[in-house]
């Protein structure tokens, strides 16, 4: 099962402030996807990303966010001007490289806005 | 909107028993996972399954999809404590990205 880190555990800002979540894969991937969980509810998708590019990006993925593979391993999820209801868990994932799309998670970043 | 429904949402069961979860929707899927999820974590995958009609078993865990492959379910016999967590069923819609069930939120009382 492939494996996926995810740096800062736990991120708190002030709102206003730009954060940056990073997702390290263990192995070499193309495929990458951001995922969002506000406390108590369900995992909602954010954006898909292939081949440095995005692939696919959901309603919640507006002008704030923004994501980069800066050097070819770590991959990054940019708010630049967080909100309250910014507050989530922000989960990366990669894809198995199997026949199937299988999606294997990192332990994910705690975001506070306070 | 693709939406994923899934029941029940809570469910308190003594440890031996059995259950199932429910996972529902309108649309099709071209695949769907079943996940686990411990607080404070990531989800884990648990199953896939691609074929409609098709049954897989992990142990004391049996996951069906349906044969229209708009529906699954998660099935555990003699649930022990262990079991305990919030299952999650997501969809593949084809376009590389999960549409995420609403969650069962499992108790096994010893």
């Known amino acids: 099962e492939p494996e996926v880190t995810q740096t800062p555990s736990h991120q708190v800002t002030q709102m206003g402030q730009e954060v940056i979540l990073r997702c390290v894969p263990i192995?070499?991937?193309?495929?990458f996807y951001w995922y969002r969980q506000i406390l108590g509810q369900k995992v909602e998708f954010l954006v898909s990303?292939?081949?440095?590019?995005?692939?696919?990006k959901s309603e919640i993925f507006d002008d704030q966010f923004s994501v980069e593979r800066p050097d070819g391993s770590n991959f990054t999820l940019k708010i630049r001007s967080t909100k309250l209801e910014d507050s989530a868990m922000y989960f990366c994932a990669i894809h198995s490289g199997g026949a199937y799309n299988e999606q294997f998670f990192g332990p994910g970043t705690r975001l506070t806005v306070l | 909107t693709q939406l994923l429904e899934q029941s029940p949402q809570f469910l308190s069961i003594q440890e031996g028993e059995n259950l199932t979860v429910y996972c529902n929707s309108s649309?099709?899927?071209?695949?769907l996972q079943w996940y686990r999820q411990e607080p404070g974590e990531g989800p884990v995958l648990l199953v896939t399954?691609?074929?409609?009609?098709e049954v897989k078993k992990l142990k004391r865990l049996t996951f069906q999809f349906g044969d229209a492959r708009k529906d699954s379910s998660l099935h555990i016999t003699a649930a022990q404590p262990g079991d305990t967590g919030l299952y999650l069923c997501a969809g593949d819609s084809g376009t590389y990205k999960y549409i995420f069930g609403t969650g069962t939120r499992l108790k096994v009382l010893a």
């Open positions: 990303f292939y081949n440095n590019e995005i692939s696919e």
């Open positions: 649309s099709v899927f071209s695949s």
């Open positions: 399954v691609v074929t409609g009609g």
């Open positions: 192995s070499n991937h193309l495929y």
